[in-house]
């Protein structure tokens, strides 16, 4: 009995030692996974309710990549990313539809679990790509749907992490890389096992400095990874710490026009962000008997995010002499395309003719700050019963989990500084006062439009203090009716408080402070139909929900619109999205060689949240604020098959993503040319219009050849349909259209597209076994040098498309361009034994 419950527990910790882990037991046929975030007993995959994307060690080392989240992009059907960073270790990455993103302000759907550790940041539910570290990470699973077992903000599917060990990564590894664009990355690694067994061990550390592609975009990553295990015949506990100091520049979003020949150029900079953090993660997982296991975590996390992002200020206004307007006195304001004349500003006081002047509006240049500190804290528990019920094989899981998380908010704005003794006051048919537009005047850098000679004096906008609580519990049963048939049923109940303490304004009108509770059960039930060992047929339908975070509830109000992500307003309640999916699939292989895959599915999202530009200043095109929309609708289709012939590897899926809205709305885009007038600029968003930014086709082809057995070369085709840009939801804009919004290149500037374009990239890759633990890589991006954008905007700018400041803003796409040819090489030394498992 005894060497009986040891074989047990072997096989089941080596398959459920980390989160989702997928390892092969003795039939070598059969792959067995955990259902849960935490680690289980498992369930054989072809039982699973659920189109589950599995990426293993192998497949990551066969990919020489800079992160994982390329091997995301470049492999996982459903899958899209932009870099509306601007940067590579900060993408937007999309599933079906859904967003797992840094940038605050985008609608969130993926929750993201490194070991059982969900990694969502409190403040907005964003996710940091480059604070996980990509060298340690040992596989991943792609979960679809609204699985509610995977917590808060599994609307569209989870992303679940597994790191490495000692035990399967035995003996030191030391890498180097170097390539296109100044890019130099070093990487120095050790694991082992202590000599009876009991102890396992695993240390990282990776460097990476670029000067980036586009100009003005330098990153430096660094990160630490480490893990120390024990275990015995029932038990195995690991204790891991994660640590990231980086410092990203990216200048993300850029008029067309002012890219150049070559693609790189920026709109304004700096735009850099560091990020900071100390994770420290305990798991465990211990057998009861051969058929009940407990297994937990608890974790504690510490980061901090600082940026500094230069901009022209929106709240800049001019007013224009002799001109008959909004004030009814003879002043009117006008920075705005349809009057490019020179304005006059006194940031002192008043004209003549009571026209009041502010700093913020006689400052073309801002410089705006932000410091967020984050203490998060959890533990999560649960128990697994493999036990038969009513005569049926049936596997009970059932847990809670308690999450803590504190935030602290604070944002600051430095003007521009406008002499106030050389700005004269306006007077009707008067301009002897100082033109600020004029050429003596400086307020931005040279070619880098820096904003320069800024104000001493350094305002708070935001001092906001955060505090959200979320306890859950949960259970899952998979009940096998007979060899063919099998039930899975799940349900979660999530209780979430957010708390907002605002110190500059404590209560009253403006004030951010609020306390705000959301309650739900969310319920999921699959059905699977196994009629041999290599097919399977499923369906499954499955809610889960999304609790408003302190970003969208400190900035909620329609009448006291924030400029996003860098300040808020006050916080009326918003409603807790939900989102319900249909999903229905088919899988099976042929031989182990021959695996193919078809899932279709519908996700209906209710009280979808989104950020809303602002109707109260009409000359605000960055302010708004965050509202519930009503509903918006994500359906599709995935198709996937893989194998070998011979010594050929490959890869291939297809997807189709449907987004759209499922109510209609009003939106705000001045530059959009359906927008009406000025003092408008409202768009109609139609139920059926498309969302933006998400291609309708794609497609994915890894092909990987082995010359000989030390020699392989492989290549990565990915190719995305067309996309709507953002501000024109109503998909009705056109771009060949010459408006005073929206000028054609007959007037000078450039056209305002809605749409960008499909494109197609191609990627090269190969690795050489010299022996003696010597390997050497290299790999090249874009070998055809596509010119393509991953995402856009309609939006507005106060400079030419030569980069000088000028009259008066102009409506323009800014869009975020794909990278252009690079390559890297690198070599890779092994010793001590076997630094990856086999």
Known sequence: ???????????????????????????????????????????????????????????????????????????????????????????????????????????????????????????????????????????????????????????????????????????????????????????????????????????????????????????????????????NEKTKLNLSYIGAYNNMTGNGLTPIDMLGGDRDGIHTTPDQTKNYLNHFALNGAHWINNEVMISGNAYHRTSNRNTLNGDANDDFKTYVAGATGSDGAGGVEVNDRDNPLSGFCNPDGQDTLGNSYTKESCAPGIMNRSRLKSRNLGFNIQAAFNQDLLGKKNQLIAGLGYDVQRTKFIQTEQLGNVDAGTASPYVAGDQSGTNIFSTGNSYFASGTRRPINLDDEIETEVNLSGKSKTASLFATDTMSLNQFWHVTASARYNHTTVKNRDALTPSGVGSLSGDHGFNRVNPSLGLTFTPTETLSVFGSYSESNRAPTSIELGCADPAQPCKLPNAMAADPPLNQVVAKTYDFGVRGKVADNLKWNASVYRTMNHDDIHFINSTVNAYSGALGYFDNIGRTKRQGLDLGLSGSVDKLFFRAGYSFISAKYDSDLELVNEVNSTSGAIDDGVINVRKGNYLAGIPKHQFKLRLQYSITPQWSVGSNVIAYSDQFVQGNENNAHNSNTTTSDCNDPGDGHAKCIGKLNGYTVVNLDTQYNLGQGWNVFAKAINIFNKDYYTGGRLAETMFSPAGSWGLADRGVTAVVPGAPPAAWVGVRYEFGGAPEAK
């Open 1 to 231: 009995m005894k060497l009986k419950l040891s074989l047990i527990v072997a096989l089941a910790l080596a398959s459920s030692a980390s989160l989702g882990a997928a390892e092969k037991l003795a039939t070598g046929t059969i792959n067995v996974i955990s259902t849960t975030p935490l680690p289980s007993i498992g369930l054989p995959l072809n039982i699973i309710p659920a189109n589950i994307q599995i990426f293993e060690s192998k497949d990551l080392r066969n990919q020489p990549g800079v992160t994982f989240a390329d091997q995301l992009m470049n492999n996982a059907q459903g899958i899209t990313f932009n870099e509306i960073q601007g940067n590579p270790w900060q993408p937007d990455v999309s599933f079906r539809g859904f967003s797992a993103s840094p940038l605050a302000g985008t609608p969130q759907g993926m929750s993201v679990y490194v070991d059982g550790v969900r990694v969502n940041e409190a403040f907005g539910d964003t996710v940091h790509w480059d604070l996980i570290p990509n060298f340690a990470i040992q596989g991943m699973q792609v979960v679809p749907g609204s699985n509610p077992v995977y917590g808060l903000n599994t609307l569209g599917g989870a992303l679940a992490l597994q790191t490495k060990d000692g035990r399967s990564n035995q003996g030191a590894a030391l890498e180097a890389e170097a390539g296109s664009w100044g890019r130099k990355r070093t990487l120095a690694q050790f694991g082992g096992v202590s000599k009876d067994g009991s102890v396992d061990y695993f240390l990282g550390a990776q460097h990476t400095t670029e000067d980036g592609w586009r100009k003005y975009s330098p990153s430096h990553i660094n990160q630490t990874f480490g893990k120390i295990g024990w275990q």
